[in-house]
């Protein structure tokens, strides 16, 4: 039987027809779902506090490192753990205390090399922003979406790999338990 309902999930996300997508219930995957350059994207998230009003959010890839070695994180800071939508500020990846409401995407290869880094990229045309749109403060559970734009950082060195300048997380939708203290 969940068997079938996975087959039967699976099918109906490919015919999204690149629509917003449902609530994620992928087993093992959980909580975050989106298209990432058009594609679907399933992740795991966890989040921690960051002070009393505030949390850090981590997106990682689901399952293990894809073919070519390859996995990447999504880190969204200090965002506000009540209801409303946050404008996303820019900041390099590595301001790892970030700046309130910041966002970067890193791509690690292989096991311990580094990867390409990828900052918040503004304009008037790009939508950067996240919505909380529940947050119940005796479980922790905080359900919410996103859209941001993420571009290459020009310092994240590479050599001879093709990627993407760019990463466009759109319709993404989630939901995560807030772990540690307050």
């Known amino acids: 039987m969940k ?4 087959v039967s999930l699976i099918g109906l996300l490919l015919n999204c027809d690149n629509k917003k997508i449902g609530i994620p219930k992928l087993p093992g995957c959980g909580n ?4 990432k350059n058009k594609q679907e994207w399933s992740a795991a998230s966890t989040a ?3 002070n009393r009003d505030s949390i850090n959010v981590m997106v990682e890839e689901c399952g293990t490192f894809h073919t070519n070695g390859e996995v990447q994180w999504l880190s969204i800071n200090q ?9 996303l500020q820019p900041t390099r990846w590595d301001a790892i205390s970030g700046t309130p409401l910041s966002a970067w995407v890193y791509t690690r290869v292989g096991d ?5 880094r990828y900052n918040l990229y503004t304009s008037k045309t790009e939508k950067n922003e996240v919505t909380i ?4 403060p005796t479980s922790r559970e905080v359900e919410g979406h996103l859209n941001a734009t993420f571009v290459i950082d020009p310092d994240s060195d590479s050599p001879g790999r093709s990627r993407p300048d760019t990463i466009r997380i759109q319709d ?3 939901s995560v338990v807030i772990n540690g203290a307050i």
């Open 3 to 6: 068997n079938i309902l996975f």
């Open 32 to 35: 975050f779902m989106a298209l």
């Open 48 to 50: 921690t506090f960051y």
């Open 79 to 87: 965002l506000p753990a009540k209801p409303g939508t946050y404008s």
């Open 112 to 116: 311990n090399t580094t990867g390409d």
């Open 133 to 136: 749109d529940a947050y119940n």
């Open 172 to 174: 993404a939708i989630f």
